[in-house]
């Protein structure tokens, strides 16, 4: 079946460094990838979508790389901030639909 | 523009009770989606609705929830009788297109606790 994994421990950082987030997968090639921030008590808020044939895409200080050989999703944030630490998921549509799997999150702690 | 919103965004309730979980999209967004969380576990996907049409409810537990959306605006989202395991976050989410490449708009989450 299909599965999405990311680090399950926090990534602690301090502030101004460049945070690297993973996204691993198996059994899928997904025509896209997605990323979310999801704070405490909220819902998950989009940042970003990669397509299939996209190596890299970039929103202000976030950066995405997908790599479909590896099966392999990358998020970074350059010049963190102490409001950057959240929990980011990555999602991919299921069976080449609309419907998302999410993986578990990686919770970002961004030290002032 | 609104958001995303749910209601209640907390709810307690004991085992066998009726708990109905409500979900106003953003408008003119014609597909809502539900998706739940349940503690330890990832984000997993419940249902599709185009306008007041299911069109994928594969992720649906059981037939103890019952998703309606009447009219094609607001979606309820009902669990009779409720379980312990049914406790959890309830996320609706609604997106303007159906196809690939579509972003999905998250409300806030329903907590439900179920005692």
């Given at each position: 079946?299909?599965?999405?994994?990311?680090?399950?421990?926090?990534?602690?950082?301090?502030?101004?460094?460049?945070?690297?987030?993973?996204?691993?997968?198996?059994?899928?090639?997904?025509?896209y990838l997605q990323w979310y921030r999801q704070d405490p008590g909220?819902?998950?808020?989009?940042?970003?979508?990669?397509?299939?044939?996209?190596?890299?895409?970039?929103?202000?200080?976030?950066?995405?790389?997908?790599?479909?050989?590896?099966?392999?999703?990358?998020?970074?944030?350059?010049?963190?901030q102490p409001a950057d630490s959240a929990t980011y998921l990555c999602?991919?549509?299921?069976?080449?639909?609309?419907?998302?799997?999410?993986?578990?999150?990686?919770?970002?702690?961004?030290?002032? | 523009?609104?958001?995303?919103?749910?209601?209640?965004?907390?709810?307690?309730?004991?085992?066998?009770?009726?708990?109905?979980?409500?979900?106003?999209?953003?408008?003119?967004?014609?597909?809502?989606?539900?998706?739940?969380?349940?503690?330890?576990?990832?984000?997993?996907?419940?249902?599709?609705?185009?306008?007041?049409?299911?069109?994928?409810?594969?992720?649906?537990?059981?037939?103890?929830?019952?998703?309606?959306?009447?009219?094609?605006?607001?979606?309820?989202?009902?669990?009779?009788?409720?379980?312990?395991?049914?406790?959890?976050?309830?996320?609706?989410?609604?997106?303007?297109?159906?196809?690939?490449?579509?972003?999905?708009?998250?409300?806030?989450?329903?907590?439900?606790?179920?005692?």
């Open positions: 079946s299909q599965k999405i994994e990311q680090n399950s421990e926090a990534l602690n950082i301090q502030e101004g460094k460049t945070a690297t987030l993973t996204c691993n997968y198996t059994n899928y090639s997904p025509a909220r819902g998950p808020v989009f940042l970003l979508l990669i397509r299939e044939n996209e190596k890299e895409k970039r929103k202000e200080r976030l950066k995405v790389t997908f790599d479909t050989t590896l099966k392999q999703s990358l998020f970074h944030i350059t010049a963190s999602a991919l549509p299921m069976d080449s639909s609309y419907k998302l799997i999410f993986g578990s999150g990686t919770r970002l702690l961004v030290r002032p | 523009e609104a958001g995303v919103t749910q209601f209640p965004s907390h709810s307690v309730i004991e085992k066998g009770q009726t708990v109905t979980l409500r979900c106003d999209p953003i408008s003119g967004h014609d597909n809502l989606y539900w998706y739940r969380r349940v503690m330890g576990k990832e984000i997993k996907f419940l249902l599709h609705f185009v306008k007041e049409s299911k069109q994928d409810e594969s992720g649906m537990p059981n037939n103890r929830f019952l998703a309606e959306r009447t009219g094609g605006t607001y979606s309820t989202l009902k669990v009779q009788p409720a379980e312990l395991e049914d406790s959890g976050v309830y996320f609706c989410a609604s997106s303007l297109r159906t196809g690939t490449y579509t972003e999905a708009f998250f409300g806030q989450g329903t907590r439900l606790t179920v005692v």
